[in-house]
């Protein structure tokens, strides 16, 4: 394990599923990266490179494994339960459960580059889906063969993400939409709570009372510092019990 959390500083496709209307007294808007962040596994990067995955095409590359899997017969139910066994990074459920207690606080989004199928299932088994106003990821459905399809978000021309998503304009459109449905009023803080590469570029979006939450060395962490447009506070975390001591010291200010 890594040391514990420094000081802290203080044309998009539609979102997936359900939604709530978020309350006009919710002050502060926190997003989530799924893999790696919420949960503790991703796909194994060696069996990529040797399936042949290219760089910035993960989308493309998950569709033929997934008709792969289908084709040899795995079931539904099957990859139902393997993702319900995915367990949580350690202190997760713990921030969950800080922001169940203050969801007047709080606006809760997970922006992820994995797909709707996955997240949901996973959400829905943890007991925490309620807590998430949208869902921005990949869409994904079973087909009539059996067969997961998963289909890109949207397409964009940012040079720093991979094809299917720019997380970066998912988030300012977001924004600048729930303002809008706020009456012109903007969240007073954003939180982003991510670990990959490409974490960074939405976390650009940031401004200066904002707060970026990269997970203590993985890619987010180590890139985040030397992009100079990068406005906001960065404060790392190993377990979400580091996220909800930060959360607490914010909300202890009003």
Not at 46 to 72: I, P, S, T
Request: hydrophobic share 40%; charged share 20%; with cysteine.
């Amino acid at each position: 394990c890594f040391s514990a959390v420094s000081s802290c500083c203080v044309s998009m496709a539609a979102p997936s599923g359900r939604s709530r209307a978020a309350a006009p007294e919710q002050r502060f808007l926190v997003l989530f990266d799924f893999d790696e962040t919420i949960i503790c596994e991703s796909s194994d990067d060696a069996v990529l490179r040797a399936a042949g995955y290219r760089e910035g095409h993960y989308n493309e590359f998950m569709q033929k494994v997934l008709a792969y899997m289908a084709e040899q017969g795995v079931s539904r139910a099957s990859i139902h339960a393997s993702v319900e066994r995915i367990p949580p990074n350690p202190g997760l459920l713990r921030l969950f459960q800080y922001l169940r207690s203050h969801q007047r606080d709080f606006e809760l989004v997970v922006l992820s580059d994995a797909n709707t199928y996955f997240i949901e299932s996973w959400l829905e088994h943890a007991g925490v889906r309620q807590l998430f106003t949208k869902i921005f990821t990949n869409p994904a459905s079973f087909d009539e063969s059996g067969r997961l399809v998963l289909l890109p978000f949207h397409s964009h021309s940012c040079p720093r993400c991979p094809d299917n998503m720019c997380k970066q304009a998912v988030l300012r459109e977001y924004l600048s939409s729930r303002q809008a449905e706020r009456g012109g009023a903007p969240f007073q803080r954003v939180f982003y709570v991510g670990d990959g590469a490409n974490d960074v570029c939405p976390s650009l979006a940031l401004g200066p009372r904002d707060t970026a939450f990269p997970r203590r060395g993985f890619p987010m962490h180590r890139l985040l510092p030397q992009m100079q447009q990068f406005k906001g506070n960065i404060a790392p975390w190993v377990s979400g019990e580091d996220i909800v001591d930060c959360l607490k010291k914010i909300m202890e200010e009003r």
